[in-house]
């Protein structure tokens, strides 16, 4: 559930990106998040981050600059 979970489902509903990145600190333990992954035909990747911990900002791969992808934070 929050903010960045609903962010994720309506950019991946809104079809307008090919790609869409999201973080959280723990995507083992987010059910909701696996489900949106499942539906979402290899649209979605999710990204461990805990923005507390330094090593995980620094650890992400940096995405393409060639539109249209997105990423979300929750």
Do not use: I, K, N
Request: charged share 20%; net charge positive.
């Amino acid at each position: 559930s929050g903010l960045g979970l609903e962010l994720t489902r309506q950019l991946l509903h809104a079809r307008a990106y090919d790609r869409v990145f999201a973080t959280c600190r723990s995507p083992a333990t987010a059910p909701a998040l696996a489900a949106l992954v499942a539906a979402s035909g290899g649209r979605l990747t999710v990204l461990p981050m805990d923005v507390t911990d330094e090593t995980t900002l620094l650890l992400q791969p940096r995405p393409s600059r060639r539109p249209p992808t997105t990423w979300t934070s929750f």
